[in-house]
DNA sequence: CAAGGATTGAACTCACGAGTTCAGTTTACG
DNA sequence: CGTAAACTGAACTCGTGAGTTCAATCCTTG
């Protein structure tokens, strides 16, 4: 209902897709289903609608990322099957198509913007490591894993998770089936178990290799 | 002196700072020092200048990375050193001014051009990784190594060693100091090899941690 | 050296899109 | 209710940049 947010939804939407350049207030209004005047009467210039549509489009990801991070459980039965349902959460803010949006005006824009980007930069990605690091970290004092650094820890979980769900899903061109988000993100997963896993302490079944 | 080779190499330059859309033809030849007619004899229009700027441009790209890949040994004295090494050379291929402007341009344009950075993907990144597959593969012949799957294990040593390097160069903005590049390459190898590196066999000198 | 193509600079056309104007209408709110 | 603000549609200005034109010049190659 509110015009404010609705115009900013589909600034983010057209930006996304055609870059800041090639975006048109125009569509951008019929899209919110406004008149011009109204965007430039909230707004002010395209550089602005275009700030705000970012800064709110990485606000929201961010939200989620971290509502996501938050609700690991770093008591888990099974940690492995823990951290796949953390992976797969993760990729799937990632992969949405405002966060894809988010992600490429953040690459293609950086130019054009370099203070904006660089305070989402560390606003969100640096925030989003620390709280994941921070799970980690409690995973490790439980003696789940064996970590000498949570933050690097976190950055290449996040590395080995979400890039070739990314690279193969051709940065958000192709949907992509259930299987081939499955494998990647199992193999991520298995490769940081690999890496960080504590050695199975008494008995039981530690992991598979 | 081959104007045509200036003339994209500017080209890459223009279009990798500005995106598609807002570069400009004139930039693009003066830089290249040559007259804006010049440019359309040659290449017909922006959009075809386009192309062929990124595809030169990618594929020399891809001729360094891949000569990185080639120069590696599979039977090294020192397996660590020799992917440390690796691992530098394939960070200094990916931040190059125009290796970044490659990947900018592939990200941020894919909605205008999806064909052709479809078919750029397709032949580097893929040719890319089943190149290392292969010499990772060499390592797990000798016993170096215990690869289920090598072209995940040589997607994920991309992801491992690269990702935070370009994070936290902010894409290519800011330049990093030599330990900003060692710390997390080193970092990146420490966690492919905990997850990968074959038992210390006999007795000797095995893996740190 | 002569012919043909490539190159140049400068001036040009033209489409397109940011931002504005305005007169009229809707909505919010005391 | 009544008034002020927000909103609308349509038409407008205006700068900018893609692509062209052309007459003059520079190679290149036989």
Do not use: W
Request: aromatic letters at 4%; proline letters at 4%.
């Amino acid at each position: 209902m509110d015009k404010g947010e609705r115009i900013l939804g589909a600034a983010l939407e057209v930006f996304g897709r055609d870059g800041f350049a090639a975006a048109k207030v125009d569509e951008i209004a019929s899209r919110a289903g406004v008149a011009k005047p109204t965007v430039y009467h909230r707004f002010g210039d395209k550089e602005t609608l275009f700030t705000e549509a970012l800064r709110r489009g990485a606000g929201l990801a961010h939200e989620r990322v971290r509502a996501v991070i938050d609700a690991v459980d770093v008591r888990p039965a099974d940690l492995r099957a823990e951290l796949e349902v953390l992976g797969h959460a993760l990729v799937g803010c990632v992969s949405r198509e405002d966060g894809l949006a988010v992600s490429r005006l953040q690459i293609s824009e950086q130019n054009r913007f370099p203070e904006l980007v660089r305070d989402l930069r560390i606003g969100n990605r640096t925030r989003t490591i620390d709280a994941l690091a921070g799970k980690l970290a409690q995973l490790a004092a439980t003696g789940r894993l064996v970590l000498r650094d949570p933050s690097r820890a976190a950055q290449q979980f996040i590395a080995l998770v979400a890039d070739e769900v990314l690279a193969s899903s051709e940065y958000g061109q192709r949907a992509l089936s259930r299987e081939e988000v499955d494998g990647p993100v199992r193999d991520g997963v298995d490769t940081f178990l690999a890496a960080f896993a504590a050695p199975a302490p008494p008995a039981g079944e530690g992991q598979p290799a």
